[in-house]
């Protein structure tokens, strides 16, 4: 199983060289213009020359993106809960959460700033009212699945209500809580950079809306690589601390969480 394990990742790192490689060539064999589409060849040598001045960009929009999504987790929890448990919270608050989380977000990013100013809290409040719906569907969903006879019979032993929730309900939904960790923490990002395109000097976002401006497209590429780093680094943070928690709920090695 080892074996097979190392090999399954060798050619999932194949495939992605092989993806990086083919998109060179490509540009290479059609010359590709670098304000179309430049080659990742450049946009690496881009990220290292410019990196002393990309880093405190990274910092602003990784604490950024960090401080909305710890809001959102917190936030979603909560209303998770309270759906879960309460068929009235359900059937009042599901329906004005799936409007909100219908409205794009960069029509909010105007309010927040009208009420907050620019800067970094309408970045914070961006990344926290676009990743924490995910939380609150899969929070809901997991207490909803607990089954009747076991509530039953814990009521039946003595139990209240806070006691299935605490010791049954949300050890059950932690599966789905990790499973909406990892898509939360995508959108964390997104609703992060999209503000600091909008409303903000500071921030990978901003550099990109600048570096396009300026016609400089191997920086804005080398935004996306930054942004797309983090992302897959945080996911596999998330992952390998879902599996030290929930590895009594994982039957297959390849099921991936959506």
Same mark, same amino acid.
């Given at each position: 199983?080892?074996?097979?394990?190392?090999?399954?990742?060798?050619?999932?790192?194949?495939?992605?060289?092989?993806?990086?490689?083919?998109?060179?060539?490509?540009?290479?064999?059609?010359?590709?213009?670098?304000?179309?589409?430049?080659?990742?060849?450049?946009?690496?040598?881009?990220?290292?020359?410019?990196?002393?001045?990309?880093?405190?960009?990274?910092?602003?929009?990784?604490?950024?993106?960090?401080?909305?999504f710890v809001l959102g987790v917190a936030l979603g929890v909560a209303l998770g809960a309270?759906?879960?448990?309460?068929?009235?919270?359900?059937?009042?608050?599901?329906?004005?959460?799936?409007?909100?989380?219908?409205?794009?977000? +960069? @029509?909010?990013?105007?309010? /927040?700033? $009208?009420?907050? %100013?620019?800067? !970094?809290?309408? #970045?914070?409040?961006?990344?926290?009212?676009?990743?924490?719906?995910?939380?609150?569907?899969?929070?809901?969903t997991g207490l909803a699945t607990t089954e009747p006879e076991l509530e039953d019979v814990l009521k039946a032993l003595g139990a209240s209500k806070f006691d299935i929730l605490?010791?049954?309900?949300?050890?059950?939904?932690?599966?789905?809580?990790?499973?909406?960790?990892?898509?939360?923490?995508?959108?964390?990002?997104?609703?992060?950079?999209?503000?600091?395109?909008?409303?903000?000097?500071?921030?990978?976002?901003?550099?990109?809306?600048?570096?396009?401006?300026?016609?400089?497209?191997?920086?804005?590429?080398?935004?996306?690589?930054?942004?797309?780093?983090?992302? +897959? @680094?945080?996911?596999?943070? /998330?992952? $390998?601390?879902? %599996?030290?928690? !929930?590895?009594? #709920?994982?039957?297959?090695?390849?099921?991936?969480?959506?």
């Open positions: 199983m080892f074996g097979i394990d190392i090999r399954q990742k060798a050619w999932s790192a194949g495939l992605i060289v092989l993806f990086f490689v083919a998109w060179e060539l490509f540009c290479l064999m059609t010359g590709m213009s670098d304000l179309v589409l430049p080659r990742p060849s450049q946009v690496f040598v881009t990220l290292v020359q410019r990196f002393p001045v990309l880093w405190p960009h990274i910092v602003q929009t990784l604490a950024t993106t960090m401080f909305g309270i759906i879960g448990v309460s068929k009235t919270a359900y059937d009042t608050c599901y329906p004005l959460l799936i409007g909100f989380s219908s409205i794009p977000k +960069v @029509a909010v990013v105007p309010i /927040f700033v $009208l009420w907050f %100013g620019s800067g !970094t809290v309408p #970045a914070v409040l961006t990344a926290l009212s676009i990743c924490f719906f995910p939380i609150v569907v899969n929070i809901a605490w010791n049954v309900g949300l050890p059950r939904t932690m599966p789905f809580f990790f499973a909406s960790l990892k898509v939360a923490i995508s959108y964390a990002f997104v609703g992060a950079v999209l503000s600091e395109t909008v409303a903000s000097n500071r921030g990978i976002g901003n550099v990109m809306m600048t570096a396009s401006s300026n016609f400089n497209v191997p920086l804005v590429f080398a935004g996306l690589f930054v942004l797309a780093g983090l992302g +897959v @680094a945080l996911y596999v943070v /998330f992952s $390998l601390i879902e %599996g030290q928690v !929930t590895g009594w #709920a994982t039957r297959k090695n390849d099921v991936i969480a959506t």
